[in-house]
């Protein structure tokens, strides 16, 4: 134990020093408190209970001791986190499977909404998520901003977590708050292998965030080619138009633009031409691009 958790186990009293022993993974320690009937359920100022630090620091040994000694297992800190919970953020696998086995909560949500296997998701613990779906946990649960796991590791990059939400049947069609599904969500972050997975298994192409735009706008507009030819090749929409205002400003911009990077006097002259109208609406143009001076490239 170091100095820091000795001062604060002498300052909380036994129950600290409970909590610190658990902490530690000092059984023989614990069981001597135990022993002399120190709460098992002691809190500490941020309402974490010795059985949440055993949890936490992953030892299955300690978390055994205190779940003989009748420690609740529910019990939820100022942060809303059971000891499943920390012990799912945490990938400790081993206390993991002894919690689900006691018979711990799986659905039980922090104050941000996030449930155990939203809290491994985010943390990118595959195995953790696993067990937590082998055991019933809501595959689909979203926390306060939407986000279902299978958003979360579409926008972290994970296919392998990818794969394995999909074999429990995760929804690729939930959006989040902000309106953006599995699929928006590896496009935007040019994804391309959760792209392609989530193509692989039918997903829909043409959903829409509240702007209206699409999968396929935004891997145009980030340049990602090989997601932009995936997309396409499974039939989205290239001339969907979303619902950002075109304003004379706006097309005036893209016709300097076309001709900077080499349009030519093959364009039409007037920036309202019905070509450029519609080139400026589609998914395959970008509208978030630098204006070149009026004296070109070469200033």
């Not at 900077?260 to 070509?275: I, L």
């Amino acid at each position: 134990m170091g100095a820091r958790a000795s001062r604060r186990a002498v300052r909380d009293g036994p129950g600290g020093s409970l909590s610190a022993a658990c902490r530690a993974g000092d059984r023989a320690g614990a069981a001597t408190l135990l022993d002399l009937h120190v709460d098992v359920n002691w809190r500490d100022s941020e309402g974490r209970t010795p059985l949440m630090m055993a949890a936490w620091a992953g030892h299955p040994d300690v978390v055994r001791l205190l779940l003989d000694g009748f420690a609740s297992l529910d019990l939820q800190d100022n942060t809303g986190y059971t000891a499943l919970m920390r012990a799912a953020w945490k990938g400790n696998t081993h206390v993991l499977a002894l919690l689900l086995t006691s018979g711990a909560a799986l659905e039980v949500r922090d104050r941000d909404g996030c449930t155990a296997l939203l809290l491994a998701a985010r943390n990118r613990c595959t195995s953790a998520v696993k067990m937590l779906l082998q055991s019933g946990a809501n595959v689909n649960a979203q926390d306060n901003r939407g986000y279902s796991a299978l958003i979360l590791a579409a926008w972290y990059g994970d296919a392998a977590l990818m794969d394995l939400l999909l074999d429990h049947d995760a929804e690729a069609a939930l959006k989040d708050a902000e309106g953006f599904t599995p699929l928006m969500r590896a496009a935007r972050n040019c994804y391309w292998p959760g792209v392609a997975m989530l193509l692989g298994r039918c997903c829909y192409t043409e959903s829409r965030d509240p702007d209206g735009r699409t999968a396929l706008m935004d891997a145009a507009d980030d340049g990602a080619a090989a997601i932009a030819r995936e997309l396409l090749d499974r039939k989205a929409d290239a001339d969907a138009q979303d619902r950002t205002p075109v304003s004379e400003t706006s097309l005036e911009a893209l016709r300097c633009f076309l001709l900077w990077r080499g349009a030519g006097t093959s364009w039409p002259g007037c920036f309202w031409s019905a070509e450029l109208t519609s080139l400026s609406k589609t998914s395959l143009v970008t509208h978030r691009f630098k204006l070149p001076s009026r004296k070109g490239p070469t200033d």
